[in-house]
């Protein structure tokens, strides 16, 4: 009875596996996927600081936001007044938004959910807005990041990696240095905490729609994953744990554009721990 009991569990435990394994390559090909398509990140071509008055946006270079060589050199202003953005198109330029001819206009920033997004041909540009500064993002369907894309590179699954963390409630607000040098402010619900290996870690996430988010760092940082950062994004607390699942822990944006505006990791989320999951550092081609 004993034998046919480990026996069963074993193959429990195998299928179990077979699963999680068949969930994860079903996770990475999707996440791959995202970052190829349309308006990817491998899609994002520029970001240019706008001053207050008048900016030019079109392909010449001398504008205050240049866009990419195929579209006319003059494109339309954005008039930047007390933090409110109005875009003005010049004659005879095809310029859409969803589809539809678009007219001279105030521009929602990226802060809002429904944010204006201009498009001529295939390339794509809108407002963005941290602490209190606003740029012009620029997306190319067509961009050469795309075009050479190789592919991202992974760790091996380790189910090990699956940890249920405890979350302890504390709403207070994050503030994130970013690699651009801007801040960002979000919310965080409190902080979740785990053992590895012996030793008691914290981990500090923010509220990301229905998610907790992660920025975090750690010993395989500059190392075999991307120095700075790597992102992660799991369930909302149940029943006051968290699973975090450092499987699926991601390149952020940076790694694959110059044009992002990456948040840094908070101290607390600095660990002394080499998380030898997830995804590791992507070279870009030359």
Not at 19 to 34: D, L, N, P
Request: glycine content about 6%; proline content about 8%.
């Amino acid at each position: 009875m004993r034998k046919a009991c480990l026996a069963l569990a074993a193959i429990t435990a195998f299928a179990a596996d077979s699963a999680y394994q068949r969930e994860m390559a079903q996770w990475r090909a999707q996440r791959e996927a995202k970052l190829k398509a349309d308006d990817g990140w491998l899609t994002v071509v520029g970001l240019h600081w706008l001053h207050e008055g008048v900016n030019t946006v079109g392909s010449d270079p001398k504008a205050d936001a240049p866009l990419p060589a195929s579209l006319p050199a003059r494109v339309g202003t954005i008039t930047l007044t007390k933090g409110k953005a109005h875009f003005k198109p010049v004659a005879g330029v095809q310029l859409k938004d969803t589809g539809i001819r678009l007219p001279e206009m105030d521009l929602k920033t990226d802060v809002t959910p429904d944010y204006d997004r201009l498009a001529v041909g295939r390339v794509k540009f809108f407002v963005i807005e941290r602490e209190n500064r606003f740029a012009v993002r620029v997306k190319n369907n067509d961009s050469e990041a795309r075009k050479k894309f190789t592919g991202l590179r992974w760790y091996p699954v380790d189910p090990a990696w699956k940890i249920k963390a405890a979350f302890i409630p504390s709403p207070h607000e994050v503030t994130f240095d970013t690699e651009v040098g801007v801040k960002e402010k979000d919310q965080s619900p409190g902080y979740v905490t785990f053992t590895r290996g012996g030793q008691d870690y914290k981990m500090e996430p923010v509220t990301e729609d229905d998610h907790l988010w992660f920025v975090f760092r750690d010993q395989t940082s500059g190392k075999t994953t991307y120095a700075a950062s790597r992102f992660l994004y799991v369930p909302m607390p149940k029943d006051g744990f968290v699973e975090i699942d450092f499987n699926k822990a991601e390149n952020p944006p940076c790694v694959f554009t110059d044009y992002a505006t990456c948040p840094l990791p908070p101290p607390q989320n600095r660990l002394q721990l080499a998380v030898t999951a997830g995804e590791q550092m992507y070279r870009r081609p030359q």
